[in-house]
């Protein structure tokens, strides 16, 4: 839907990844990155997959739910991007980075 403008009712880009960082911090205390990708370890499948660390870099742990819901918030905040890589969120600035590494499709 568009406004008379021709602007987006959708809020701005920002606002939606400062969202994005509060609603994850709820469901995550403590977390300061979140490394999102689509080859969950021991799937042969594709499946949206977070790891979560703190501000020391230190892994927090989340129950496949949760690494799922997360993955998937980022995803959808970013669906252009190219999944094969591996991208982590961080916090702070509430921005996505892509990593050199491919998240792999079987062998």
């Known amino acids: 839907m568009h406004t008379a403008d021709g602007g987006s009712l959708a809020c701005p880009a920002t606002a939606r990844q400062q969202r994005l960082v509060a609603q994850l911090a709820d469901m ?11 080859k969950e370890p021991g ?4 499946h949206p997959y ?9 892994t927090i742990d989340l129950n496949r739910a949760t690494s799922r819901v997360a993955a998937r918030w980022i995803l959808r905040v970013w669906p252009a991007l190219d999944w ?3 991208h982590t969120f961080d916090f702070a600035t509430a921005t996505l980075t892509r990593s050199g590494l491919a998240t792999g499709r079987g062998r």
């Open 28 to 38: 995550i205390p403590g977390v300061a990155t979140i490394r999102v990708s689509l």
């Open 43 to 46: 799937q042969t499948w594709p």
């Open 50 to 58: 977070a790891i979560a660390k703190d501000a020391a870099g230190q």
């Open 84 to 86: 094969n890589r591996v």
